[in-house]
Nanobody, 125 residues
């Protein structure tokens, strides 16, 4: 099992920045990729960004390209999502996820086995 603890959400004005953190624990050696998804009220959960744990290769959804940066710090086993130039439409619950599967698409929620509890990000206009 892998446990994920997220932090860093909050309220920010449009144009501001936030950094989300996700610290996995447990059987972390089994992790192939880690990602962030988000879900706004009345909408489906959507892919934001992901990083492959060993290679550091990063992947971004269309909503994140150019504004968000995902990174991982192996020293403290933490994944970060730096979000800049935030917009009201970025308001959502953000979920950290960890996946073991190496064949599924990185942007597919089914590629992830473990999920955090979610952290609320609210961007005011």
């Amino acid at each position: 099992q892998v446990q994920l603890v997220e932090s860093g959400g909050g309220l920010v004005q449009a144009g501001g920045s936030l950094r989300l953190s996700c610290a996995p624990s447990g059987r972390t050696f089994s992790i192939y990729r880690m990602g962030w998804f988000r879900q706004a009220p009345g909408k489906e959960r959507g892919f934001v960004a992901a990083v492959k744990w060993s290679s550091g290769n990063t992947y971004y959804g269309d909503s994140a390209k150019g504004r968000f940066t995902i990174s991982r710090e192996n020293a403290n086993n933490t994944v970060y999502l730096q979000m800049n130039t935030l917009k009201p439409e970025d308001t959502a619950v953000y979920y950290c996820a960890a996946g073991r599967d190496i064949f599924m698409s990185t942007s597919a929620s089914g590629a992830y086995d473990y999920w955090g509890q979610g952290t609320q990000v609210t961007v005011s206009s």
